[in-house]
């Protein structure tokens, strides 16, 4: 592509519009979209520049002989094998970042929806039950000024949750596997080996780690166990760093006092899931990461990486 100017981009997503997107930006090659996967074997043969997510399949390699760079939709990439893209010299990007800003407000919302019980109060609207303080047993309402925050996972999200947590009077911890000092000032860093210890001062767990062979099932029975009863689980990270079955009986057997998922390890969730049916668990079906914004962030990393594969030079958010 250095030798030549690319003649369209082809892209392939269930529900963003990307070509739209490119569609505003007058500098912008054309662009093909594609929405399931049968469109996307049919125009991958000709795709130099794919940008796709969820609906990659390894084998349309076979039959992609001009690929050159795949402009990752989510930041999440393990759907792709990065040995077979390498051999083949095909680039990966991600879309690390994009949507930094709405997962951190999402955790903050469930954080809040847990300490106030809105989803109570929703239950109670749909009811028409009025419930005041003191009316019943339950615990009382609780403030997020003083608690302790423990982070899991410190990229750009764990970062911008943690200046979240800090702004409301929070104390915060930050865990995550490399040993390179913490980015934010005021939080204090802890070792993924000292996790249980950790997991057992804090009053919110907040996970947004990567999955990887380190993070699958990191949140298991040992973990609920070293948690205080008091305290919630919050997941914006992948429905698979959490062991479901012990996060299930942790709930209903109070060992936790409640939970907040945004991912499962089935997605979308099957109607049979006890999960559906517990009332100290909030949940959302995976759209911490969504914002009206999506596209236009995820074309800007895409026109900055379609002119560093023409001239060469340094790629952002490169993978492979």
């Known amino acids: 592509m250095s030798h030549h100017e690319l003649q369209r981009i082809?892209?392939?997503?269930?529900?963003y519009d990307i070509r739209a997107e490119l569609e505003k930006r007058p500098s912008a090659p054309p662009c093909t979209q594609v929405d399931t996967f049968d469109g996307l074997k049919a125009i991958i043969p000709q795709?130099?520049?794919?940008?796709?997510?969820?609906?990659?399949?390894?084998?349309l390699l076979d039959i992609a002989p001009r690929l050159r760079l795949i402009?990752?939709?989510?930041?999440?990439?393990?759907q792709f094998d990065l040995d077979r893209l390498k051999e083949r010299g095909i680039r990966l990007c991600n879309a690390r970042g994009v949507n930094a800003n709405a997962v951190a407000e999402h955790a903050l919302a469930?954080?809040?929806?847990?300490?106030?019980?809105?989803?109570?109060a929703r239950d109670n609207q749909k009811i028409a039950r009025w419930s005041t303080t003191g009316t019943d047993e339950r615990?009382?309402?609780?403030?997020?000024?003083?608690?302790?925050?423990?982070?899991?996972?410190?990229?750009?999200?764990?970062d911008r949750i943690a200046r979240l947590c800090l702004a409301l009077g929070m104390q915060v911890s930050g865990a995550r596997h490399s040993a390179r000092p913490l980015d934010v000032p005021g939080v204090t860093q802890v070792n993924m080996t000292d996790l249980h210890d950790a997991l057992h001062e804090a009053d919110y767990v907040i996970l947004t780690c990567p999955l990887t062979a380190q993070t699958e099932h990191l949140i298991d029975r040992r973990a609920f166990a070293a948690m205080n009863p008091d305290a919630c689980l919050i997941n914006v990270a992948r429905g698979r760093v959490v062991e479901e079955a012990a996060l299930i009986e942790a709930l209903t057997t109070d060992r936790i006092a409640g939970a907040a998922l945004d991912t499962y390890a089935e997605e979308p969730l099957p109607p049979f899931s006890p999960l559906w049916s517990l009332p100290n668990l909030v949940m959302t079906g995976h759209t911490a990461g969504e914002t009206q914004f999506y596209e236009r962030n995820v074309v800007d990393i895409l026109m900055k990486n379609i002119t560093a594969l023409e001239n060469g030079t340094e790629m952002t958010n490169r993978i492979v």
Not at 110 to 120: F, G, P, T
């Open 10 to 15: 082809y892209a392939a997503h269930v529900y």
């Open 47 to 59: 795709a130099e520049v794919l940008v796709v997510s969820m609906l990659w399949r390894n084998e």
């Open 71 to 78: 402009q990752s939709i989510s930041s999440g990439v393990e």
């Open 110 to 120: 469930l954080m809040l929806n847990l300490a106030r019980r809105l989803y109570e």
């Open 139 to 158: 615990p009382r309402l609780q403030e997020l000024s003083e608690k302790k925050a423990l982070i899991v996972g410190m990229g750009t999200i764990g």
